[in-house]
T-cell receptor
Framework: QKEVEQNSGPLSVPEGAIASLNCTYSDRGSQSFFWYRQYSGKSPELIMFIYSNGDKEDGRFTAQLNKASQYVSLLIRDSQPSDSATYLCAVNNYGGSQGNLIFGKGTKLSVKP | DAEITQSPRHKITETGRQVTLACHQTWNHNNMFWYRQDLGHGLRLIHYSYGVQDTNKGEVSDGYSVSRSNTEDLPLTLESAASSQTSVYFC???????????FGPGTRLTVL
C-alpha cells in the first residue's frame, strides 16, 4: 500500500515566522510532488509542484525535495494569518493505477497574529 | 475562463434513494476524478476516467458508479444512498496522468 504521511498538526506559528510542513512518501519511483492548500469548507487549491531534487521557490513558498530520503517539504516565509489552512501533500502514483496522485491527510497550520 | 463546476453544492437525501452528482469541466482535460473527503481519512479516490468511455474504480468505489460520454462531464451516481456515504465529494481534472489535479468546489451530501 503506497502511502503519503504528514503530521496532522495543528502546527501553530506566530505571524511573520517561517512555517515548515513535512511529508514523506513510500513509493521510491514517484516523480511528481504537489502541495495543496485547503481552507475550511473549501476545495484543495494547488500552490506548488516540484519534480527535481532541491528547492523550488515561488514568492513566500519554497518546496524542497529529497528523493533519496523520500521527503518533501513546504516552507512558508513571513507567515500570515491568511495562510491558516490545511496543507495537503500529494505524490504521483508511479506505475500504479489509482488515479495518478496519492494524497496525505494534511497538516493543519494556524498562524497567530 | 476555463473552470470545473459541481452541482448541486449541497444535497440532503434519504437512505435508499439514487443520487447523481454532476461534474463539468471546460479545460478539455482527458482525466477526471471523484474523491470523497471525511474527517480522519483525507481524500479518498472513488472513480476516475482517462477519457471518453473509460472508467476505473478507485479505493472506495462500492456503491458508486460513473459514466463518461464526453470529455467535459463525469457524473457520479450513488445507486442506493447509505448513511455511510454522507461526505463531501470533490471532482477533479488533470491534463496529463501523474500531473497536477484541479478541484471543483465540492458537493456536501447528507444521507438521512
Amino acid at each position: 500500500q503506497k502511502e503519503v504521511e504528514q503530521n496532522s498538526g495543528p502546527l501553530s506559528v506566530p505571524e511573520g515566522a517561517i512555517a515548515s510542513l513535512n511529508c514523506t512518501y513510500s513509493d521510491r519511483g514517484s516523480q511528481s510532488f504537489f502541495w495543496y492548500r485547503q481552507y475550511s469548507g473549501k476545495s484543495p487549491e494547488l500552490i506548488m509542484f516540484i519534480y527535481s531534487n532541491g528547492d523550488k521557490e515561488d514568492g513566500r513558498f519554497t518546496a524542497q525535495l529529497n528523493k533519496a530520503s523520500q521527503y518533501v517539504s513546504l516552507l512558508i516565509r513571513d507567515s500570515q494569518p491568511s495562510d491558516s489552512a490545511t496543507y495537503l501533500c500529494a505524490v504521483n502514483n508511479y506505475g500504479g493505477s489509482q488515479g495518478n496522485l496519492i494524497f496525505g491527510k494534511g497538516t493543519k497550520l494556524s498562524v497567530k497574529p | 475562463d476555463a473552470e470545473i463546476t459541481q452541482s448541486p453544492r449541497h444535497k440532503i437525501t434519504e437512505t435508499g434513494r439514487q443520487v447523481t452528482l454532476a461534474c463539468h469541466q471546460t479545460w478539455n482535460h482527458n482525466n477526471m476524478f471523484w474523491y470523497r473527503q471525511d474527517l480522519g481519512h483525507g481524500l479518498r479516490l472513488i472513480h476516475y476516467s482517462y477519457g471518453v468511455q473509460d472508467t476505473n474504480k478507485g479505493e472506495v468505489s462500492d456503491g458508486y458508479s460513473v459514466s463518461r460520454s464526453n470529455t467535459e462531464d463525469l457524473p457520479l451516481t450513488l445507486e442506493s444512498a447509505a448513511s455511510s456515504q454522507t461526505s463531501v465529494y470533490f471532482c477533479a481534472s488533470s491534463p496529463r496522468v501523474g500531473n497536477e489535479q484541479f478541484f471543483g468546489p465540492g458537493t456536501r451530501l447528507t444521507v438521512l
